[in-house]
């Protein structure tokens, strides 16, 4: 479980192939000296498991299922991804809850800025905008944000200059690819409607 505050931003040293999956190789000297082999990390909003540690470097395994449902396939050497270590029982929740399991791809449709602030507009596959709400949560690339406008296949969220400078969030270019995962609570509550609807 996660809290969608990313903690850092690291560097991809290597994407290797690795039938019918990859390896994934990321660089950040502060999180590799606390990491142990096991641990869960968030690789930009996909919880992955640390397979190998060396130096500064730890590695992470990607197969087929989080390739299709993910931007992690995308990614080559000296791309940035945004990191954020599992949630601690007693930890201070900052964000949402967020567990990890990427739903989906949107892409950027369209990037508003002003000055150093600004608005993006998200477009996503219709059916998943049941589980949006204005003012509700979203994680985009790992990064807890607060929906501003729902419409029925796009959303939009408002991203202070300190976001945009500390996440990959900040290099997005409209058409770029992000994973997302809606709000667990909105899963639950769409599972437990669409069941009153059944017949």
Not at 156 to 176: D, M, N, R, Y
Request: glycine fraction near 10%; aromatic fraction near 6%; proline fraction near 4%.
């Amino acid at each position: 479980m996660f809290t969608g505050l990313v903690e850092k931003l690291a560097p991809v040293v290597d994407l290797l192939d690795e039938p019918p999956g990859k390896r994934l190789v990321v660089r950040d000297a502060e999180i590799a000296a606390g990491a142990s082999l096991g641990d869960s990390i968030a690789v930009n909003g996909c919880c992955l498991t640390v397979i190998d540690l060396t130096g500064d470097t730890f590695t992470f395994e990607a197969g087929t299922e989080t390739l299709s449902r993910t931007n992690l396939g995308e990614l080559s050497a000296g791309s940035s991804v945004n990191l954020e270590r599992s949630l601690r029982v007693g930890d201070r929740l900052g964000g949402h809850f967020v567990s990890g399991h990427i739903d989906f791809v949107g892409h950027l449709d369209a990037r508003e800025d002003d000055g150093q602030w600004s608005n993006f507009w998200f477009r996503v596959p219709r059916e998943w905008t049941r589980q949006m709400v204005a003012k509700g949560s979203i994680a985009i690339d790992g990064v807890s944000l607060t929906l501003v406008d729902v419409e029925v296949d796009r959303f939009s969220v408002a991203l202070i200059p300190h976001t945009l400078e500390v996440t990959t969030l900040g290099q997005l270019s409209p058409g770029s690819r992000v994973n997302l995962e809606t709000d667990l609570l909105a899963k639950y509550v769409e599972k437990q409607l669409a069941g009153q609807e059944s017949p």
